[in-house]
């Protein structure tokens, strides 16, 4: 019983925390732009507002200026129901991929999706930070 105030107040500072650290996003050319756009529109982040793990991929989405959708399986039960039914298991972080051919694959894990990002949508040249 004690710890679900103890958990919402660890909540409100990861939260706190994030918006006031939010990384800038990478900038990106509109070329680079309109071919991420197309390859993640059969992505979904399933995630909880407050999670730190949701939090780490959540900030690398951003940085590396990724239009992922976004979809908190705490506050909608459909999205919550589809991530156990398909997906095999209630946890968060989880990317859903959707293949071209209408399969999916659910992946776990804060680091996976994290490697899986950075593999699947690089830094350029031409979007690293200049070096001080």
């Given amino acids: 019983m004690i710890l679900k105030p103890i958990r919402w107040v660890l909540g409100r500072v990861i939260l706190g925390v994030d918006r006031m650290t939010s990384p800038e996003p990478l900038p ?7 071919r991420i756009r197309e390859a993640t529109r059969n992505l979904a982040l399933y995630h909880y507002q407050a999670c730190p793990f949701c939090v780490k991929v959540r900030r690398r ?8 959708e976004l979809r908190d399986a705490k506050r909608n039960p459909e999205w ?3 991530l156990v039914e398909k997906g095999g298991k209630e ?3 989880c ?4 293949n071209e051919d ?4 659910w992946l776990y894990e804060s680091s996976d ?3 899986w990002l950075e593999e699947r949508f690089p830094v350029s040249e031409n979007t690293r930070p200049e070096a001080a």
């Fill in 28 to 34: 990106r050319s509109d070329e680079e732009m309109a």
């Fill in 113 to 115: 999706i994290i490697a």
């Fill in 102 to 105: 209408g399969s999916e694959r």
């Fill in 61 to 68: 989405i951003r940085r590396l200026n990724l239009p992922i």
């Fill in 91 to 93: 946890q968060v972080p």
């Fill in 80 to 82: 919550k129901r589809e």
């Fill in 95 to 98: 990317l859903r991929i959707r």
